[in-house]
């Protein structure tokens, strides 16, 4: 009997042992479709088959009903030709197989990568019992915003910037709603409340508290399913958004309020840019309105920009409690200038998911050769996944990108392992690590962060990365770094060293302003209590080069500024909540040693074999087993009229 292999198998087998040379990495990608499907089908094999395939009927006729044993393989032979295709080939341990070398092969979780194959094979027996907005949730049109508003209370050259929405819940669950979005660098978040009406006067407000704490206390909330809501900084310029519970369907709406403060660009106030929305949508019913005007119809969350009037930039200047003063001067973009005479290290992400952006890797490379390297010395390492061996490649002017083999999954840290093991002492200017929008989800948890020879910047192709574990945040941050997603732009931050009068450093030269810390106070700048939280944020940035997760003392110390000023920080979250236990638990929390300590979100991704069955039809595989059982019946009374026949 001839039976059609199963995928699964030839994935397994393609990835059995990991490849040895750069002719096997490469075979492997060109079959990349033949894995992709192997390995879906083990992840769902709980879906897609009703069993795993076993010998239980040959062992139930033959030793139970005591049947002969000819007859008994006869029917266990039966039951599997009928049942093959929808029997699984395999074993149970082969979903939580094909979920970890689809990691390991694609360098994303599967259930990011497959979202849509999975959503679709669990349809009809999802039992969304987990309140918390996870992978299968991205995208998801469960929670639809009723209502929009951008209020912008201009301030010269900055503004207050305040988005409301109203949410109504679609389902007849409780639902969890979650935005990655970012901001301008120089951006600051500055307040959170969530209400049952659209008077934010009657809202529950937020409170700052400390990032360990607070994320701590909001997912226990959740999976009691009490009203909590989280606003975290996750990055440079990222921030994480979630609220709970939005009421179910005919129980009433949410409603949430966010401001932030903004200098002003030459396209008008930013808006927060959506880098990826769980549960939440928005439709042509949306009503939107920016300053109390109706706006026309739009298919993004909000527009990328609201236009400002002419306001003239102008120096902003802000006193710090212990003293020095915070001063901010517009930079035009004409003062910008590259690099020149600098030595900078190139990190390149050896990973499979820098396939689908080869072309902006080659775009990237042809511009440094143009642009940078004839007047400064770039070192290009590449990275790997093992057994493969990065390399630090002799000559940057030689590398073809197009000829580039990305294979595997790393993180970033190890990325960065293998760079400094590569440089052993060579001193550098900045490092400068090319990668793409990344996998969060697979970040190993640590509170450890490398310790960088020079400023870290990282250059994201196809999008900004919806959020960094802290280690990672930590490294960019202590070493005096950033993140975008246009080279142009970091190396003209690399490069830029405006003038310095006496007595005055430079912080950082961002969104059209040089930031500068002066001893002294500049007659010539303004002076706005207003400015106070802008300034402050700016400072948290300084002062994170010289802190290490460890040190609870300076971490407290910068904690107590966020909360003096009221502000969103990568150590200070602003959390609401809406009862004294939760308060209560909250104000414990703060008092523990890793009040400071996140955990990575999603890193425990949910198996489809945990999920509880709800269908109440037979699938496919069971009318099978029905025509078989009836099969057996049979075979038995045949094998009872060979016994009265004397046969």
Known sequence: MILQQQPQDTAFALLKNPPQGEGDRQALVQKSNVIRKGLLNAYLSAYRYPRVKDTSLYHAYHHDLKLPEQ???????????????????????????????????FDTPIIRGESTAIQRAIASTFNRGEAKAGLLDVNERRVHIAEQQITIKPQGDWAEVEL????????????????????????????????????????????????????QVYNQEVSRRVDPALLEQVGAQNYRLRAFPIPALGNGKMHLWMTYKVMKQDTGWIMPKLNERRNVYWTDKTQRKVNGDA????????????????????????????????????????????PQGDRIAIVLDGSYSMNAHRSEVETTFQWLKEKILPKNQLDLYLTASSPAQPIQWDGMKTFDAAE????????????????????????????????????????????????????????????????????????????????????????????????LGNGTSLLSVVDGYAWFLSKTPDASAKTDEAFAPIAARQWVTQVSQAIKPNQLEELDAVHTLAKRYQLVTPYSSMIVLVNDQQKQDLKKAEAGSDRFNREVEDQQLPQPSTFDSVSAVPEPGEWLLMGVGTLLLGVIYRHQKQQESGV
Do not use: C
């Open 71 to 105: 007859y008994a393989q006869e029917v266990q032979a039966a039951y599997d030709f009928l049942t093959h295709p929808f029997q699984y080939s395999g074993t149970a341990q082969d979903q939580a197989k094909a979920e970890k070398l689809y990691a390991q092969f």
């Open 404 to 499: 580039a083999t990305f294979y595997g999954s790393l993180e970033p840290r190890q990325m960065l392992e293998q760079f400094q093991k590569l440089r052993d002492t060579t001193p550098y200017d900045a490092v400068v690590l090319i990668t793409d929008r990344g996998s969060y989800e697979l970040t190993e948890n640590s509170q450890t962060a490398l310790s960088m020879p020079a400023p870290l910047w990282l250059l994201h192709l196809g999008g900004l990365q919806p959020a960094y574990d802290d280690a990672t945040l930590e490294a960019i941050q202590s070493s005096g770094g950033s993140i975008s997603t246009n080279v142009q732009e970091i190396m003209q931050r690399i490069g830029t060293q405006p003038t």
């Open 164 to 215: 409301y929405e109203v949410y109504e819940n679609q389902t007849l669950d409780q639902e969890e709603i979650l935005y990655y979005f970012s901001l301008p660098e120089s951006a600051v978040v500055t307040g959170l409340w969530l209400g049952n009406t659209a008077d934010r006067a009657d809202s529950f407000p937020f409170q700052v508290s400390t990032r360990g704490a607070a994320q």
């Open 295 to 338: 706006v026309a119809k739009q298919d993004q969350w909000l527009p990328a920009a609201i236009p400002a009037d002419n306001a003239q930039s102008v120096a902003h200047q802000f006193t710090l409690p212990n003293g020095g003063n915070i001063l901010a001067k517009p930079f035009t973009p004409d003062r910008y200038s590259l």
